[in-house]
């Protein structure tokens, strides 16, 4: 079967670094992404990752080992506004959407 | 405003009642999906439809029926449901594949059933 882990929840400390692992076991890889979703609110688009390495955005970074079937989210300078589920899901030979179930991060002043 | 709009935003319903959910997108889109969000759980792809054509049914039960009259509109009917099937349903929008398979989500519905 398919399947995307990522760990439940996580905290930090506002000002910190904090990365968010991704591992996914899926029929074919066509790509990874990272979304963010505020409590009651859609999910938005952070990061596409195709290539092994790492993509940076700002504060975020997003990093891929296509060998290792591994991704992590990289959040530095963290603020209180970046309290939200982070998703990570990855496309598969079908071009299906493998979801994984989220991360919660909770940041504390 | 995410460019899908879903309405309404939350719905408490019996589980003899039967309402609507609604999804808009603006963004020119071809493909539109339902997706139920629950608790600690991965998204849960339920209809997909490309071009107005439903391309994917996901083992969804029959108290689920979508509608899709053109490619910028997407309903959910409800009917008969359960308490289980208290859950955010999030609509979304997407063009392409690749990275054009990102999808723009709404707002999401939160439906309570009683």
Not at chain 1, 50 to 78: A, P
Not at chain 2, 26 to 49: I, T
Request: net charge neutral; charged share 15%.
């Amino acid at each position: 079967g398919q399947n995307i882990d990522q760990p439940t929840e996580m905290t930090a400390t506002e000002g910190a670094i904090v990365q968010i692992n991704c591992t996914y076991q899926t029929s074919g890889f066509n790509g990874l992404f990272w979304y963010q979703q505020h409590a009651g609110e859609a999910p938005t688009f952070l990061s596409y990752n195709v290539l092994d390495g790492l993509e940076e955005k700002g504060r975020f970074s997003s990093f891929l080992s296509r060998s290792k079937g591994y991704s992590y989210l990289l959040l530095k300078e963290l603020q209180m506004k970046d309290s939200a589920s982070y998703l990570c899901a990855v496309i598969d030979s079908n071009y299906q959407l493998i979801w994984g179930a989220g991360t919660k991060l909770i940041i504390k002043p | 405003e995410t460019g899908v709009t879903q309405t309404p935003r939350h719905l408490v319903m019996g589980m003899t009642n039967k309402k609507s959910l609604k999804c808009e997108q603006h963004l020119g889109h071809n493909a539109m999906y339902w997706y139920k969000q629950s608790a600690k759980k991965p998204l849960e792809l339920m209809f997909v439809y490309n071009f107005k054509e439903q391309t994917e049914n996901n083992s969804v039960p029959s108290r689920f029926s979508p509608e899709c009259p053109n490619s910028s509109h997407l309903f959910l009917h409800l009917h008969t449901l359960q308490p289980e099937d208290s859950a955010l349903y999030l609509c979304a929008s997407s063009q392409g594949q690749g990275e054009d398979l990102g999808y723009t989500f709404g707002s999401g519905t939160r439906l309570t059933v009683v």
